[in-house]
């Protein structure tokens, strides 16, 4: 167990396509910041199992506290993070379980939670499920609305805890979706009716997230028609394949309706408060 180094990222890029559905975040990541980003929240902190040339594990602890991995030796990733603060673990439900072993936090968690797992080849969507409605990026004009989408999104979805601290870290979210344009805005008759993102992106793959729609609009079709919009912008782009978690029935049949089929569990946890890992 060793800290990557450049000389590693072919190798870890080999060694996660093999896993690819399972480990978009970490993919992603490496992708957009490479192995020495210690300011933006996604930036990621990369430690490789196996000899230089033959990586056959690798783990990764986020700027923003999320331990994320697949491999055998958790406890050795453990080992190598001591003292660092981890507020969340995610990932393929058998990895999120060693993890958990490993690492030994025991802290009050919001969320924990295994989710359905669905993967889509963009040939395969159905558009017949689309219920109408443009679909269009936000802009500066919808920063107030989707700060309180993202807010009750967190609440509804994350566990979040309503409050200031939930307001702010929903306003930085709106401010990365406009700047960095992973996330689409529907609406119909030109008010808006609900929202969808890109958690993670690569040229070939995306990874769906912060699908929202607020009471007033549910039950309407609305959350599969965003997603299924911007699949479409994405297939246009030459993406192949979308993954996505699930939060709950309603949700899986939205996404079942355009063509997603399961193909496991992924596990979220959340914890009430940042903490450090036992030396």
């Given at each position: 167990?060793?800290?990557?180094?450049?000389s590693d990222i072919a190798g870890i890029d080999a060694f996660l396509a093999q896993h690819a559905e399972k480990t978009m975040f970490l993919r992603?990541?490496?992708?957009?910041?490479?192995?020495?980003?210690?300011?933006?929240?996604?930036?990621?902190?990369?430690?490789?199992?196996?000899?230089?040339?033959?990586?056959?594990?690798?783990?990764?602890?986020?700027?923003?506290?999320?331990?994320?991995?697949?491999?055998?030796?958790?406890?050795?990733?453990?080992?190598?993070?001591?003292?660092?603060?981890?507020?969340?673990?995610?990932?393929?439900?058998?990895?999120?379980?060693?993890?958990?072993?490993?690492?030994?936090?025991?802290?009050?968690?919001?969320?924990?939670?295994?989710?359905?797992?669905?993967?889509?080849?963009?040939?395969?969507?159905?558009?017949?499920?689309?219920?109408?409605?443009?679909?269009?990026?936000?802009?500066?004009?919808?920063?107030?609305?989707?700060?309180?989408?993202?807010?009750?999104?967190?609440?509804?979805?994350?566990?979040?805890?309503?409050?200031?601290?939930?307001?702010?870290?929903?306003?930085?979210?709106?401010?990365?979706?406009?700047?960095?344009?992973?996330?689409?805005?529907?609406?119909?008759?030109?008010?808006?009716?609900?929202?969808?993102?890109?958690?993670?992106?690569?040229?070939?793959?995306?990874?769906?997230?912060?699908?929202?729609?607020?009471?007033?609009?549910?039950?309407?079709?609305?959350?599969?028609?965003?997603?299924?919009?911007?699949?479409?912008?994405?297939?246009?782009?030459?993406?192949?394949?979308?993954?996505?978690?699930?939060?709950?029935?309603?949700?899986?049949?939205?996404?079942?309706a355009l063509g997603f089929h399961r193909i496991g569990l992924y596990t979220l946890v959340i914890f009430a408060e940042a903490m450090a890992v036992?030396?």
């Amino acid at each position: 167990m060793r800290p990557a180094n450049p000389s590693d990222i072919a190798g870890i890029d080999a060694f996660l396509a093999q896993h690819a559905e399972k480990t978009m975040f970490l993919r992603a990541n490496l992708a957009r910041f490479g192995l020495d980003e210690r300011e933006h929240t996604h930036g990621t902190r990369y430690v490789v199992e196996g000899p230089p040339g033959a990586v056959t594990g690798v783990f990764g602890l986020s700027n923003g506290g999320f331990v994320m991995g697949q491999g055998q030796d958790w406890p050795g990733f453990a080992r190598s993070i001591s003292g660092t603060e981890v507020i969340g673990i995610n990932g393929a439900a058998d990895q999120v379980a060693a993890a958990r072993a490993a690492l030994n936090l025991p802290g009050r968690t919001v969320l924990d939670r295994d989710e359905p797992h669905y993967r889509l080849d963009l040939d395969a969507l159905v558009t017949d499920a689309f219920t109408g409605g443009r679909l269009r990026p936000p802009t500066l004009a919808d920063v107030p609305l989707l700060t309180r989408w993202n807010a009750a999104y967190t609440i509804d979805t994350l566990g979040a805890e309503d409050g200031p601290e939930n307001e702010a870290e929903a306003l930085a979210r709106t401010e990365r979706m406009i700047a960095e344009d992973h996330g689409r805005v529907l609406e119909i008759d030109g008010t808006p009716v609900a929202m969808t993102a890109f958690n993670a992106r690569l040229p070939d793959m995306v990874q769906i997230g912060g699908v929202y729609t607020p009471p007033e609009h549910r039950g309407r079709g609305h959350a599969r028609t965003a997603v299924g919009l911007h699949l479409i912008e994405a297939r246009a782009r030459g993406v192949k394949t979308s993954i996505l978690f699930a939060s709950g029935v309603p949700a899986c049949r939205a996404y079942e309706a355009l063509g997603f089929h399961r193909i496991g569990l992924y596990t979220l946890v959340i914890f009430a408060e940042a903490m450090a890992v036992a030396a």
